[in-house]
T-cell receptor, first 115, second 115 residues
Framework: AQKITQTQPGMFVQEKEAVTLDCTYD???????LFWYKQPSSGEMIFLIY??????QNATEGRYSLNFQKARKSANLVISASQLGDSAMYFC????????????FGAGTQVVVTP | NAGVTQTPKFRILKIGQSMTLQCTQD?????MYWYRQDPGMGLKLIYY???????DKGEVPNGYNVSRSTTEDFPLRLELAAPSQTSVYFC??????????????FGSGTRLTVV
């Protein structure tokens, strides 16, 4: 069963605007971590942000923030003040504590930032 | 630090050929993983290892084999290549497997085409 769902295959956003990328997850493990990765056209996987299941506050890293709603099992990524260099594929991923570090990845959302 | 090094970066195989994708990490990470990424899709786990001499199957292991004779190296072997194995292959390593936010260190990927 799909554990990570990203429902937005692609999005356009104008430069300097904010964009929210949706991610919902499914787990019965009380301890887990949620991650967002960026994959530009060059192909490498770039870690953006992490949220632990026991974290009380939403994670933030520069222009990235994670809107964590535990009861709804959602972990949306917000990119503020979009830049042209933000154009990339974005993946949501989950690592359950009882999984030997294995990640479950979503299908990704392609973001295109326009001038 | 080199991090995670994958070779080759690109390869074209003919149907039925075999090859080994190399992965080496210099961070003394116990946990190593092989993922494949099909076009427009998320990453799927092929095999993983929790330490030298210990490997296990992931979600899509058919057609692949791995070994882990040292902490540093985790090669992925393709036997009898098939067009369905055309994909981008990522090797990753991790220091911990808990819910902590360290995530993976990814290699730069190997783009494989089977014709």
């Amino acid at each position: 069963a799909q554990k990570i769902t990203q429902t937005q295959p692609g999005m356009f956003v104008q430069e300097k605007e904010a964009v929210t990328l949706d991610c919902t997850y499914d787990t019965s493990d009380p301890s887990y971590g949620l991650f967002w990765y960026k994959q530009p056209s060059s192909g490498e996987m770039i870690f953006l942000i992490y949220q632990g299941s026991y974290d009380q506050q939403n994670a933030t890293e520069g222009r990235y923030s994670l809107n964590f709603q535990k009861a709804r099992k959602s972990a949306n990524l917000v990119i503020s003040a979009s830049q042209l260099g933000d154009s990339a594929m974005y993946f949501c991923a989950m690592r359950e504590a009882d999984s030997w570090g294995k990640f479950q990845f979503g299908a990704g959302t392609q973001v295109v930032v326009t001038p | 630090n080199a991090g995670v090094t994958q070779t080759p970066k690109f390869r074209i195989l003919k149907i039925g050929q075999s090859m080994t994708l190399q992965c080496t990490q210099d961070m003394n990470h116990n946990y190593m993983y092989w993922y494949r990424q099909d076009p427009g899709m998320g990453l799927k786990l092929i095999y993983y290892s929790v330490g030298a001499g210990i490997t296990d199957k992931g979600e899509v292991p058919n057609g692949y084999n791995v070994s882990r004779s040292t902490t540093e190296d985790f090669p992925l072997r393709l036997e009898l290549a098939a067009p369905s194995q055309t994909s981008v292959y990522f090797c990753a390593s991790s220091y911990t497997v808990g819910g902590e936010g360290t995530g993976y260190t990814f290699g730069s990927g190997t783009r494989l085409t089977v014709v």
